[in-house]
Each structure stands twice: as structure tokens, then as C-alpha cells.
């Protein structure tokens, strides 16, 4: 199974911050690479797919990035609705895995 | 609006047989392919299974070969997970996602429904 770790596993930060959270694969996935948000009792959210791509309807101050095995999300300006956990996953190949997830939480 | 409704979680003994539902609206059902993804209590997201558009493929973690069935019921726009042989480790909150393609990936999610697998 490929492995996909995500960096830092939690990160505070304030209002208005840039914030970058990483994930790596332990292979490459061939840019299979999507993020989800989750915020607390209510389903995940897809965000991004295709390492860069914007699902409809998310906000432009998503950000993704990255190729072979190293991928990044920015918030690029954090707003109080974006505290949440974030994860990564790759579906280039079954069984489609996530990374453990990044908590974003009020400075 | 795309809609996926989950149902069908409970408390189970372990040992014990449950079937998930999940009803898809606002899109053409039998055109995506689905998946049932779940979290633990606490924990982090866990890949279960993967249905093809007609369902004529399939695919399982390891953790739940041999013991959950994915199918759907496209005439129903209908989803199914049904589960046997629970074990305590099976607890979570059950989701049923859309693919929108292959390489798009899960683009919308259902609400979840929990299951708990205790005596």
C-alpha cells in the first residue's frame, strides 16, 4: 500500500496567516493527489484534486501544489471558517490512502 | 443539488450483520462511481470499498475482504454496504462518496451514518 504522510500533524495559526501543510507519498502516484477538509462532527469536504485542481464552489484561497511525491496545500489567507482538519489522499491505485490529517486550530 | 443520504447504522453485537444504505439524488446515479469510506472514533479517514458505474467491478481494503459486500441498485439510485462477521474495530461513521471520474477522485460526500459494534 502506499503510505502518504502529512506535515505538521497539527499547527496553530491566526486570522488572515498564509498556512502550508504537506504530504508525501512513499511512491509516486502520478499527481493522484486530493485534499479534503473536515470540520468537527460533519462530513469531509473535497477541496482539491489532481494535485491542483478546485472542486466547484471552493474558494480560490485554496491552493495545491506539488509532483512525484511531495505535495502542499495553502490557505493562503486563514479565515475563521477554514479551522479544520485537512487531509491528503492518493487514489492512483487501490487501496486509495490518506495521510493522517493536519488539525489547523486558532492561534 | 447533489445529495448522498445515508442510513442503516446501529449497535451491533459483535458477530453480528448490518446493511448500510446510501440514496443518491441530483445527479444520474448509474453514471459515477462509488466508494464507502470511514472513520473511527477520534481517528482518521479509512478507505472501505469501490463500486464501478454498472458494478461490475469491485475492490476491498484487507481489513473488510471477505466480510462486507459493496453493490448498488442503479434503478433505485441506490448504494449498499452489507457487513457480517462485526468485529469492535468495525466502529465508525460509514460515508458514502461520489466519483466524479477515475482521476478526478471523491467529489461529493454523504453525511454518514454510525455504526457501533459492542456487547
Known amino acids: 500500500d502506499i503510505q502518504m504522510t502529512q506535515s505538521p500533524s497539527s499547527l496553530s495559526a491566526s486570522i488572515g496567516d498564509r498556512v502550508t501543510i504537506t504530504c508525501r507519498a512513499s511512491q509516486g502516484i502520478n499527481n493522484y493527489l486530493a485534499w479534503f477538509q473536515q470540520k468537527p462532527g460533519r462530513a469531509p469536504k473535497s477541496l482539491i484534486y489532481?494535485?491542483?485542481s478546485l472542486h466547484s464552489g471552493v474558494p480560490s484561497k485554496f491552493s495545491g501544489s506539488g509532483s512525484g511525491t511531495d505535495f502542499t496545500l495553502t490557505i493562503s489567507s486563514l479565515q475563521p471558517e477554514d479551522f479544520a482538519t485537512y487531509y491528503c489522499q492518493q487514489y492512483y491505485n487501490y487501496p486509495p490512502t490518506f495521510g493522517q490529517g493536519t488539525k489547523v486550530e486558532i492561534k | 443539488e447533489v445529495q448522498l443520504l445515508e442510513s442503516g447504522g446501529d449497535l451491533v453485537q459483535p458477530g453480528r450483520s448490518l446493511r448500510l444504505s446510501c440514496v443518491g439524488s441530483?445527479?444520474?446515479?448509474?453514471?459515477?462511481?462509488m466508494n464507502w469510506v470511514r472513520q473511527a472514533p477520534g481517528k482518521g479517514l479509512e478507505w472501505v470499498a469501490y463500486?464501478?458505474?454498472?458494478?461490475?467491478?469491485?475492490h476491498y481494503a484487507d481489513s473488510v475482504e471477505g466480510r462486507f459486500t459493496i453493490s448498488r441498485d442503479n434503478a433505485k439510485n441506490s448504494l449498499f454496504l452489507q457487513m457480517i462477521s462485526l468485529r469492535a474495530e468495525d466502529t465508525a461513521v460509514y460515508y458514502c462518496?461520489?466519483?466524479?471520474?477515475?482521476?478526478?477522485?471523491?467529489?461529493?460526500w454523504g453525511q454518514g451514518t454510525l455504526v457501533t459494534v459492542s456487547s
Open positions: 463500486i464501478s458505474d454498472t458494478g461490475a467491478t469491485v
Open positions: 441530483g445527479f444520474t446515479f448509474s453514471s459515477f462511481e
Open positions: 489532481a494535485v491542483s
Open positions: 462518496t461520489r466519483m466524479r471520474a477515475t482521476w478526478v477522485g471523491s467529489d461529493y
